[in-house]
């Protein structure tokens, strides 16, 4: 897998309220995830530079940040419309928006355009 490292470099700045709330309550600190996050981009995105131990921070917090980020569908009908999962091209902005739908959810509760 290819790390999209504007998407780490976001989620180690910006986003690190993100890291946050992946670390909370088990025991690591946001710090240590921020670090492997900030090694990787160092080596753009090598993960097979990481130590045994960042390896697992990396596992544990940063893979389910950069890939498989769920879906949280619809409001209208509270499920997603496509397979769950917010698409790669998508996940910088449902960052940045706080908006974490895919992009058949998103197209969905748009408003209908006037004809």
Do not use: W
Not at 55 to 62: A, H, N, P, S
């Amino acid at each position: 897998m290819t790390i999209d490292l504007e998407l780490l470099a976001y989620l180690c700045h910006k986003g690190a309220p993100y890291i946050d709330m992946a670390v909370d309550g088990t025991g690591y600190l946001p710090r240590t995830v921020i670090g492997v996050g900030t090694f990787l981009l160092d080596y753009d995105g090598d993960v097979d530079l990481l130590t045994a131990k960042q390896r697992v921070t990396y596992e544990k917090f940063l893979l389910p940040l950069l890939f498989a980020v769920p879906c949280q569908g619809n409001a209208h009908s509270g499920g997603c419309r496509g397979v769950g999962l917010i698409d790669a091209d998508l996940l910088l902005k449902s960052y940045r928006d706080g908006d974490f739908r895919c992009r058949l959810c998103r197209t969905a509760a748009a408003p209908p355009t006037a004809v």
